[in-house]
C-alpha cells in the first residue's frame, strides 16, 4: 500500500481539495483508495462522501474513508493496519496543520509514507521556504505550490520548478487560482443576502463566479449577459423583460428585488429551465451591498468544482511521480 500524507503551513491552504481530487484521479485508474483525516471536524468528513459519493458510477475502484475527531498517534496506525486488510491500494492522510512536524516524523516512521506539502503561493515564495520544509522532513518530501496567481505561472514553470528539481528538492508541479473554484451556489446566495428560492432547481447544474446587474442599456440586454459565464443576475422585481433576457442569457441565477415575486410567464420559463429565482426585499442597492464579503464563505463541496480541480490536476502535476510514492 502507498502512502501519502498531505500538509500545508496554515489552514486553508486546499489539503482537503486536493486530496478529494487526487482520490477521485486514482479511482477512476481502478485503484482502491484509502482516505483517513487523523483530526477531522464532522464538514470535511461530509465533503469527502458527498464528492466522492456523487461519482461513484466512473469508479472501477472502491475507496474507504477512516476520520478521527481526536488526534493520536496509536489511531493513525491501527486504521493504517485497518485499511491494509481491506486491499487499499493507496493511502491518502489529509492531515491538520495543527499536528506538529514531530509527530508528522513520528506518523511516516511508523506507516513508511511520504508527504506532499502544498506551499500556496505568494511572490516572496523561495528556495529557502522549500528547503525549510525539505530539511524538517528530511527529505522525505515532495511538494505542490497552490493556489498560483495567474500572472505568475510562467515564474513557477520556469524558474521556481527548475530551481528547486535542480537543488534536489522535488516539485511535482503547480495548481492556478481557478475563479471556479472559487464560486458558490444558489442556496449560499440566498442563505447569506436572506432571500427565497421559489421555484425547484437541480442544486448540482449552477455555481456563480459573476454577479450582473440587469438595467437599462443601449445593447440588448442578452448581449451584455452572454459576455459572462456562470452568472447571477439582480433585477428589479417589477422588470419582467430584463428578467426574460436573464433566463435567456444562460444565467445560473436571478435575484429579484423589492420582495416582488415573479409573474406567471417568468416563473414558468424559469421551471422549464430550472434557474432558481431568489426573492430579497432589499433594493438593488442594498442587495449589491449585502453580497459584500460572500466570496469568504466559499468551499470546495460541489461536483462541478471537483470536475474543474481534476482538469487543473491533470494538467499540472507530474501524476508520473505520485504513483511511483514509498516503491
Known sequence: MQTIYLTSENKQEGKTSFTITLAHHL???????????PLCNKYDESVYHKLLGKKENDYSGKYTVITNNKFDIKNVVDSYNQLIKNNIDFLLIDGNNSISIENINLI???????????????????????????????????FVINQTYKFATHQVETKIIPKLNSSKITCLGYIPEDKLLLAITPDQIAQFIKGEIVNQYDG????????????????????????????????????????????NSNCSCIILTNNIKPIEYIQNEADLEQVPIIVTETDT???IDK?????????????????????????????DQIFNINK
Do not use: W
Open 27 to 37: 479511482l477512476t485508474k481502478g485503484l482502491n483508495i484509502g482516505i483517513l483525516n
Open 108 to 142: 511516516l516512521h511508523k506507516i513508511n509514507a511520504t508527504i506532499i506539502f502544498l506551499a500556496k503561493y505568494n511572490p516572496q515564495l523561495n528556495e529557502k521556504y522549500f528547503a525549510k520544509y525539505h530539511n524538517n522532513f528530511k527529505g522525505n518530501i515532495l
Open 204 to 247: 448540482e447544474k449552477f455555481l456563480v463566479e459573476n454577479f450582473l446587474i440587469g438595467g437599462m442599456g443601449m445593447d440588448p440586454a442578452e448581449y451584455h449577459f452572454n459576455h459572462y459565464k456562470n452568472k447571477c443576475i439582480i433585477v428589479r422585481g417589477d422588470r419582467p423583460d430584463i428578467q426574460m433576457s436573464a433566463l
Open 285 to 287: 442597492l442594498e442587495t
Open 291 to 319: 453580497l459584500n464579503g460572500l466570496n469568504k464563505n466559499t468551499f470546495f463541496n460541489h461536483s462541478l468544482k471537483l470536475d474543474r480541480y481534476l482538469e487543473l490536476f491533470r494538467s499540472n502535476i507530474q501524476l
